[in-house]
């Protein structure tokens, strides 16, 4: 199995701003990003996004794409759509000390995201053949790293750049990163 990840492109959201599973609009037109992407795709592939605009507008642009709500961005609950000054230091301190299992209120932690992206990606395996995901720095950080065998606190060191992707060969011995970020 080919796996291709690919992140939406910048979005217009103010610098600061605490965004995940909102559905905020992308910064400019997808179409250049759309071009150089379908260069670096297979033929014939699967196209998965996330059901939310960012994403969806570039998967659409490269084929007939199949939308899951398992490949949304972590739902930061209270946070969403507010600025970190308005979060506050100590609710933004309790978070770095947990990254990974902290939960904002009413939303989800890192760990809950990469459940159901993980979960997304068992199904995907189990059809094979080339796959594109198109999704958000969370879910995308979660399948990589759980491919590359990392443990789940080194999965934030995966920073996918928005409108790039990063390809995987997918085997009965693990996965192999062919590139990131191109």
């Known amino acids: 199995m080919e796996l291709a990840l690919i ?17 905020v ?5 997808p179409d250049q990003d759309i071009a150089r992407l379908k260069a670096l795709l297979p033929e014939s592939f699967a196209l998965w996004s996330s059901p939310l605009t960012r994403c969806r507008q570039l998967a659409e642009g490269l084929g007939e794409a199949r939308l899951d709500q398992r490949l949304a961005e972590i739902d930061f609950g209270e946070w969403e759509m507010k600025s970190f000054d308005t ?3 100590a609710a933004l301190n309790r978070w770095a000390l947990d990254p990974v299992g902290h939960v904002p209120p009413g939303g989800e932690s890192a760990l809950q995201m990469a459940e159901r992206a993980l979960a997304f990606l068992a199904e995907r395996q189990v059809e094979g053949g080339s796959q594109v995901f198109v999704a958000h720095g969370g879910p995308l950080r979660a399948i990589a790293g759980q491919l590359l065998g990392l443990a789940p606190e080194r999965w934030l060191a995966l920073d996918f750049a928005p409108a790039r992707l990063a390809r995987f060969a997918l085997d009965g011995r693990g ?7 191109l």
């Open 7 to 23: 992140r939406h492109p910048p979005v217009a959201v103010a610098a600061g701003l605490c965004y995940g599973a909102s559905d």
């Open 87 to 89: 979060i506050g230091r």
């Open 175 to 181: 996965a192999r990163l062919l590139g990131f970020n």
């Open 25 to 29: 609009a992308l910064a400019a037109s």
